[in-house]
């Protein structure tokens, strides 16, 4: 099916489906909840959870033009939490932007979204011990308003699958229900609330030769194809574009050892900043001094440190340097990360407190460790920082605060492996499409004391030796296409002068869209989240003293894009 651009398009000629994990489950966050709860298999959700389920469906309600008509959610109460949160974010924007008829909108709930019924997925421990899940559907349907919930819905499966499924029928399973329904409905958009193994099965059966990395919690995958009618009863579908926001994979279902030698393949990761003030406070700005140079919000500096600590836990690889731009945020949340690592360099533990939080009789006194005591931590490298004034774009305030609490979780997480921070080019877009005329510099200067900057790091971090890929600040009113141009001639610049060691540049949104569009060929971005990343790897090898570098493998996290680029219009 040839794919047609929608201004000359109907709203109704298009089916959306949308697959969607639910939020973060409380049992994650208290380790003793499952101790004493009634159903310790069936957790609800964490306050975060309610929160970001509620914001999921504020973005997809708010971003589209098209009703949603149905959503269909598992039994499981983490689903059916995320599920009303969502109905009630649907419902809560103002009627311009509201993408459900609230007196048309249905909800059913659907036994084939089952979480993977197995040990795998659920702990044996946990599990119920005659292998019976029972739901009491009364009370999970009277979460959802009054007359919301169709039951004339004939379901896909009429049971929970049986305990001890294979994964393979797992699979079988949610892409059954996945194209079942869509089938059943073409002339309907879909939200289904599912668990993370149905969103890994759904991109990778719809978004072929990938290998799913990670699933964030609300992630979703967005489905969308061409329906036309033919004498008025037939309906024909066409192939389905996809898109999806929360998924980090692959390309290519490539296989990737654990190299040799730590230094065989170099990671670069750009990251964009966290959440910004200004976006949650709006009076911010009005009595700022410096209100083009928002600080990070408090969510945005947890979410840094979350992030960090996922780069750090799932690559296995030290960060040697961290480039990021002289905007406040960045630097703030580069020196918060720093803070959390001893000055003095000794790390004191009480063994015999630490020991005590376990169950009696189960620590093994008998172990002969490895390492007898911690290594010294003087003869590993000081994280050394550099900021440099230019390349706007990429990592203004924001940036800085971001990099410092990313920086501490790298800390927290190996100590050893602190990195360099070097502050590079890595600016905001400088024009009025990214920073408004009303919030800049009157005289269009953007000024940054460097050495205030710089004292907010311990003394030694600061790598003065750096020689910045560009001296000064990018003029104001540079076009797009020369941000886009200064984004890629950075990333490339500093990746090929530090071919041996891992980088983090921390940058904008459009810093990201850049570098995810030049690198993975033919997709169109749609949405970058705050603290997304791509992560750019290559194979190093050395020959006669110089380093040779291979081809980039794309990886990423948070982004939403289609892989067949599309000119989408807001619908009228």
Known sequence: TSHILLANLTMDRYQHVYVMRHGHRLDNFDPDWAAKAARPWDPPLFKDGMVRAFQTGQRIGSQTGYPIH????????????TASQVVAALSSLPNAMSSINKTKLKVAIEYGLCEMMNSVAIWSVVSPKDGKFVFNISDLESMFPEGMVDHNVDPIYKEVPKWEESPEKCRERYVKVVKTLADKYPTENLILITHGEGLVTTFSTFYKDTTVLEVDYCAYVELRREVSSKDGSVVETGEYEVAQSGIRFSHDPVTIPTPKRMDSYQNVFVMRHGDRLDNFNRHWAAT???????????????????TGQRIRSQTGSPIHRVFVSPFFRCVHTASEVVAVSPIDGKFDFNISDLEAMFPEGMVDHNVDPIYKEGKDWKQHSRPSLKIQPSTKKTIVLICIQTASKVVAALSLSAPRDLPSIDKSKLVKMMNSVAIWPEVSPKDENFDFNISDLEAMFPEGMVDHNVDPIYKEMPKWEETVEGCKERYVKVVKALADKYPTENLLLITHREGLETTFSTFFKDITVLEVEDCAYVQLRREVSSKDGDAETGEYEVAQSGIRFSHIPVTIPTPV
């Open 70 to 81: 149905r959503i269909f959610v598992s039994p499981f109460l983490r689903c059916i939490q």
């Open 288 to 306: 700022a001094a410096r209100p083009w140079d928002p600080h990070v919000s408090q969510n945005g500096l947890v979410r840094a440190f979350q």
